[in-house]
């Protein structure tokens, strides 16, 4: 699939945010209103006024959102499609492979108001969404895949110099003086110092990041030791600014492991290319949730949220009644006491039901 990290990065945390919100909304019918979401001066915000103006002011986006997870879930189902597992713990691996550690991501989570599960269902939607959309895409030849491979195979599939390195993170020169001195001594462990000392994200992984290719360090400072040092061998302090206008720090690097540049054959990446290659010729996401949002059957039983209703091919709105009850158009409302019927269950149609 996309190759591109970065990209799962903007994806899965724009999606998860507004599945976070769309959770909030959902306690609305969970009778604790009145309890307390915040206290100011001496002022309740209830959680009832919480959670009505985030319906008001999110509503409509999550809703649609949620709409459209179903009909993608639906028609993934019905194309006969599934989902590989092992390809969903790569997307996940990738994705905390971009932190110091194991830990650092769950803080990161935790700071969205998110849990793993809840990157794990995003990132499974957008592999369903990425197989619907490269489902169609047929009739290519060993000879196409080729060319492609050779038109994007530096900046795709070879692979550039790594490195593993460890950190250490400080304030002052003279500080940085000292645990380099501390880090030069025999049987020194890098680690432990960086647990001691650094200032750094990496300080509970004993200083060490992730595997990157050394054009991607930051700050850039750091790319020429990464580059040349040997391995298992420390800088001396090196003078960085990471915040502009902010005052300098100073950073200690080991090299831990280093990876020479590697020419990609196809043989070895053509599983990727044809990944790749199907994805250039997909049809567009927004293409995807209209073909499927006018084949919908999408009753909306909430009077705020009947405009939406617009967007697919049922037009199911709630009726209006003329002198002496008598029904004016639309459909029969729910029986009362019913609920509207739920994913799975048959559901009234209207006649422009398509």
Request: charged residues 30%; hydrophobic residues 35%; contains cysteine.
């Amino acid at each position: 699939m996309c190759n591109v990290l970065h990209k799962y990065l903007r994806q899965v945390i724009g999606g998860l945010v507004v599945l976070t919100v769309a959770a909030a909304v959902s306690l609305s019918g969970a009778g604790c209103g009145k309890h307390p979401v915040a206290l100011v001066n001496g002022h309740r915000i209830d959680e009832a006024d919480f959670i009505k103006r985030l319906k008001q002011e999110q509503g409509k986006p999550i809703l649609m959102s949620m709409i459209d997870e179903i009909l993608v879930a639906d028609a993934f189902e019905r194309a006969g499609l599934k989902v590989d597992p092992a390809e969903i713990d790569k997307r996940i691996k990738e994705l905390q492979d971009r932190f110091p550690n194991h830990d650092e991501f769950v803080k990161w989570l935790d700071g969205q108001g998110l849990t793993e599960e809840d990157v794990r269902g995003k990132i499974e939607l957008m592999y369903k969404v990425e197989k619907l959309c490269t489902k169609d895409v047929k009739g290519y030849t060993e000879a196409d895949l080729k060319k492609f491979f050779e038109e994007h195979r530096k900046e795709r599939y070879d692979k550039p110099l790594r490195v593993t390195i460890s950190d250490i993170l400080v304030n002052t020169k003279a500080e940085a003086d000292k645990v380099y001195a501390l880090a030069k001594q025999k049987d020194a462990s890098f680690a432990d110092l960086a647990r001691q000392y650094s200032m750094s994200a990496t300080r509970s992984a004993g200083g060490r990041w992730p595997e990157r290719p050394v054009d991607q360090i930051f700050p850039k400072e750091l790319r020429k030791p990464a580059a040349t040092l040997p391995v298992g061998s420390i800088s001396k302090p090196i003078e960085i600014r990471l915040i502009e206008g902010e005052p300098s720090q100073w950073i200690i690097i080991k090299v831990d492991e280093r990876k020479a540049s590697e020419k990609a054959k196809f043989e070895n990446v053509r599983k990727q290319v044809e990944e790749d290659y199907k994805q250039s010729k997909a049809k567009s996401i927004s293409s995807l949730l209209n073909e499927l949002r006018e084949k919908a059957q999408v009753n909306i039983y909430d009077v705020e949220f009947q405009d939406l209703l617009e967007l697919y091919g049922t037009s199911t709105k709630l009726p209006t009644f003329g002198p002496g009850g008598t029904q004016q158009g639309g459909t029969s409302p729910a029986p009362s006491g019913s609920q509207p019927p739920t994913r799975g269950e048959s559901s009234p149609k209207s006649q422009n039901t398509q």
